[in-house]
């Protein structure tokens, strides 16, 4: 408030009645006392006591601003803090997780007669967050050189039916129990199948794969990579085909994740009749089924005999 406020407010209220002043007896001391201070004290800087005069008990009032008469050093400075504490970082996503286990997988020395003879660690390919995940047993030749899992003419095949499920493999995700080629003796050509103590060594590296993904369900490619998945000395195919086995791990909310057994791409390759190919193709409409994913009349009858 400036002093022609204060002027306006001292002749408004001298104005009024002797009751009315008696009344704002305060206010009234204190637009008087005001007006005694000299308008080059009220503009500067430094507190001014105003003293009441005339109310009698009133408190004594005080104009401050804070400038450089004031000392710092008599704010207080202690103010409590909080306890030593480790924020917790975001999750990270189930790429990034993928990219972590790949670093260390790549530089696995588990097995070194397979790191002696290998191109490439073949660690998988496809989509971190698939609801479907394909396991075969290990890479062949053309995947050791390609560092990726299911590109020859087996991997061509199951390229095919994953595309006649109308997905691809950037939707899913393709990996192997073994992550190394095995080893072939000299001179020798082809491919062996893994052994049971390769794939045990290899086998936390696909689970962890599969704890990150958390797909709704796997599909395992072949009697190895069943045994390599399970843990088994020997599965028979003929049996176990079509059928639904549940892998246990501890994913979210699920205790176990599906697995349809199936036959491997290369045996169809080997055995090209169309009720080989039915076989594979019904486990394969019923992983549609269980993923919830439509499923049209022609895809109903593909591979069926003429008249059924």
Request: proline content about 10%.
């Amino acid at each position: 408030m400036n002093t022609g406020d204060l002027r306006a407010l001292l002749t408004a209220l001298t104005s009024l009645p002797e009751r009315r002043r008696r009344e704002v007896r305060i206010p009234l001391a204190v637009a008087t006392a005001v007006m005694s201070v000299k308008e080059d004290v009220l503009s500067s800087n430094r507190p001014v006591n105003v003293s009441l005069a005339g109310c009698s008990g009133a408190p004594q009032l005080t104009k401050w601003q804070p400038t450089s008469d004031v000392v710092p050093d008599s704010f207080p400075t202690d103010y409590p803090k909080p306890p030593p504490h480790n924020p917790p970082k975001p999750a990270p996503n189930r790429a990034e997780r993928l990219y972590s286990l790949r670093q260390r997988v790549l530089t696995c020395t588990t097995c070194p007669h397979l790191v002696a003879t290998r191109n490439n660690v073949v660690f998988g390919v496809g989509n971190p967050e698939a609801e479907l995940m394909f396991v075969g047993e290990a890479p062949g030749a053309d995947e050791d050189i390609q560092g990726e899992p299911f590109v020859g003419a087996a991997g061509k095949l199951l390229t095919k039916i994953i595309e006649a499920m109308a997905l691809n493999r950037e939707k899913v995700y393709i990996a192997n129990v073994l992550k190394c080629r095995p080893d072939m003796p000299p001179g020798s050509s082809g491919n062996r199948p893994p052994r049971r103590d390769e794939m045990a060594s290899c086998l936390p590296h696909l689970l962890e794969q599969i704890r990150i993904i958390a797909p709704k369900c796997i599909v395992a490619l072949g009697s190895t990579a069943v045994c390599g998945l399970f843990g088994l000395s020997e599965i028979k195919m003929s049996v176990a085909r079509g059928k639904w086995k549940l892998l246990d791990l501890d994913i979210g909310d699920q205790g176990s994740v599906p697995v349809m057994v199936t036959y491997h791409p290369a045996y169809l390759l080997r055995n090209q009749t169309l009720s080989e190919k039915r076989k594979v193709w019904d486990d394969m409409l019923a992983v549609l089924n269980h993923l919830g994913h439509p499923i049209t009349e022609r895809q109903r009858s593909f591979f069926l005999s003429p008249g059924r």
